[in-house]
C-alpha cells in the first residue's frame, strides 16, 4: 500500500513495482544468492543481536490483509524461523503510527491490545475492522470486547493501559526509524529491508500458497545471508 494515497480512502493502493495483480514477477527463479540493491536494501539501522524478521502492516492494507489472511506470509515465516533459527528467531508484525491520522492511531492501538493480551492469532480477523470504521474507536472496543471475551470496562482499561501504551509507543518509533512509506514492509535482522520485487514464481498463475512460500523463501535467504 502506498502510503502517500491513503488519505483518499480506505485500500487505496499503486503497485508500483509490477504491473501484474500481485507484487510479484512471473519469470523463471534465480538460484542464484540474495543480492544487496537487487533483493534488499541495505538500511542506515543496526543490526538486531538475534535472527530476526519484522513485517510494518496496516489493518486499512488490501495488500497487508492478502499477505496475513491468503498466502499467510506472517504464519510460513514464523514456521521458518522456528525450523531454521530454532529458540533464536524472533518475527514481529507490527502497525504503522502517524499521529496526525485517527485512523492510524486507532488501529495501532487495536494491534497494541492483541500483541499485550497474546493474541495474534486475531489479527487475521481484524483485517474486516476498516469496513466498520468511521473515525471512531468504539467498533474496536466492541470486537475486542467479543473476541476477548471481556466486558466494555475492561476493554477501555486495556485500551489506554500502560503496557499498550508501550507497545503502541514502540509502533510510532518504528515508523519513524524506517521511514515507512509502504505496506507490507518487511525488515530482516533490523537492517535489511526486503524488495518484493526481486521475487520470482516459476509459473503464470501462482496458487496463493505458492506466493507465501516465495515471499518466506526469499526472506529465509536474506536470513542466511546476514545472520552474524
Known sequence: MNLSLLKKGFYTATLALTATTTYFAFAQASSANVVAGRDYTVLNQPQTPNPTVSMAMSFA??????????????????????????GTGEYLEWHIVFNDIQMYRDFARLRSVLYVTKNDKLLPAAFELPYQYRNDPQPLKNWLATNLNIDADAVNKLWNSPSVNVFYNKQEELTKQYDIRQTPTFIINGRYELNLASISIPVANPTPDQIGDAVTAKIKEILEATTK
Open 61 to 86: 492494507c488490501s495488500h497487508c490483509a492478502d499477505f496475513t489472511r491468503v498466502y499467510k506470509v506472517p504464519e510460513k515465516i514464523e514456521q521458518m524461523l522456528k525450523a531454521t533459527y530454532p
